[in-house]
């Protein structure tokens, strides 16, 4: 699981006017963030807005990411779905075009049981052949995964990390690789001996935040300078704030799919006087 990287970047999707996927804009922001502290990507994430991609654009999209991959860097492919035979199907293509690894969601809003957690992952690692990252995020599943069967769940095959977003059960378990969820606990997790981060901030500070892997001496004080990014891109759901300010730098992002909508003025402002304050904007 090394392999795939410390910072791992959960990209955007740009749409174009159309709301089409904008395949050249995701290939040329893919490569900047390559360029620019990312070891890896995650694929239709959340922020990647995959709950509102059909199938063929979500695979779509994840062959875009493995025919143009940056040298070096790894690609997850987001599989998670609330049908577990959708799951199995999205993992077993995404393995087919090629994803390094895949990440994948508790079942949301069924709210399965302990059983029927074990259940899911049971049939989704069967039709797996590399890593899975598991992901627990209570907030959006609405059923946390707690630490004693992430360890249960790392018995089965190809069952190798979990992308751990509710920081109050963040700790290394026994045959996972810890990744942080939350941009806020990379230094926590990296403190903890955790292998890094699938973060969203990355898409505008990565160097800053492959310093926090590189020089662990100074990991608390950079910590603390990224504290303006974490507040800023916390005043709406990741996907809005992360396109707002690609949009802002130049990049073409494009505007969200609804349900989300585009950053209001207040927001952009805010977004806006933090890419500012950090030198990475013209006033």
Do not use: W
């Amino acid at each position: 699981m090394t392999q795939l990287g410390a910072i791992i970047t959960a990209i955007v999707t740009p749409f174009d006017q159309d709301g089409a996927v904008d395949e050249q804009a995701f290939v040329d922001l893919m490569k900047h963030l390559a360029d620019n502290g990312s070891d890896g990507f995650v694929v239709c994430g959340t922020t990647g807005e995959a709950s509102t991609l059909d199938d063929d654009e979500h695979l779509a999209v994840i062959e875009l990411a493995v025919q143009n991959r940056p040298a070096g860097k790894s690609i997850i492919g987001g599989v998670g779905a609330n049908d577990t035979r959708h799951a199995i199907k999205l993992t077993t293509r995404a393995c087919e075009l090629g994803a390094d690894a895949l990440l994948s969601v508790n079942p949301y809003y069924n709210r399965p049981n302990r059983r029927g957690i074990v259940a899911h992952y049971t049939e989704v690692s069967k039709a797996a052949d590399r890593p899975i990252v598991l992901y627990n995020i209570p907030g959006r599943t609405g059923s946390d995964m707690p630490n004693d069967l992430l360890a249960e769940l790392a018995q089965l095959d190809h069952i190798a990390g979990v992308k751990q977003a509710n920081n109050d059960n963040l700790a290394l378990v026994d045959g996972l690789e810890l990744y942080a969820g939350n941009d806020e606990v990379l230094g926590r997790t990296l403190d903890l001996g955790g292998a890094g981060g699938i973060l969203t901030g990355s898409h505008l500070v990565g160097p800053t935040m492959r310093r926090m892997v590189d020089e662990p001496e100074n990991r608390a004080a950079i910590d603390e300078e990224l504290q303006d990014v974490y507040a800023a891109l916390g005043v709406g759901p990741a996907a809005m704030t992360i396109k707002a300010a690609l949009n802002l730098l130049g990049h073409r992002a494009g505007t969200p799919r609804l349900p989300y909508v585009e950053a209001d003025p207040e927001e952009t402002a805010t977004i806006r006087a933090m890419l500012v304050g950090r030198g990475l904007l013209e006033t």
